[in-house]
Structure formats: C-alpha cells, structure tokens
C-alpha cells in the first residue's frame, strides 16, 4: 500500500519541469528577441547617420 500511495505524486511532479523549461524558453526568446531588436536599432541608426 505504501508503493501504491508514493506513486500518485509523480504524475504531479512532471508539469513542474514542464513550467520551468516553459519559463526558461520564453526569458531566453524575449532576452534573444530584445538583444536582436537593439542591435538591429543601433544598426539602423549607425546606417542612417552615414547616409544622411
């Protein structure tokens, strides 16, 4: 009966790593995302004041 009553809790503890796997896609995606759309602005900025 023991093994029986440790078994249910595993289930629970699969959507824990699920969510911070999720947490850590999404900070990575928006640190990647910010990184390239400042880069791209400085970019853009350096090209306009050449061209102007």
Do not use: D, H, K
């Not at 699969?14 to 602005?41: E, I």
């Amino acid at each position: 009966m023991q093994t029986m009553e440790e078994r249910p809790p595993t289930p629970r503890r699969f959507p824990n790593p699920w969510r911070r796997y999720g947490r850590l896609v999404a900070t990575n995606f928006l640190r990647g995302a910010s990184y390239t759309l400042g880069t791209a602005v400085i970019g853009l900025a350096m090209w306009w004041a050449q061209n102007r």
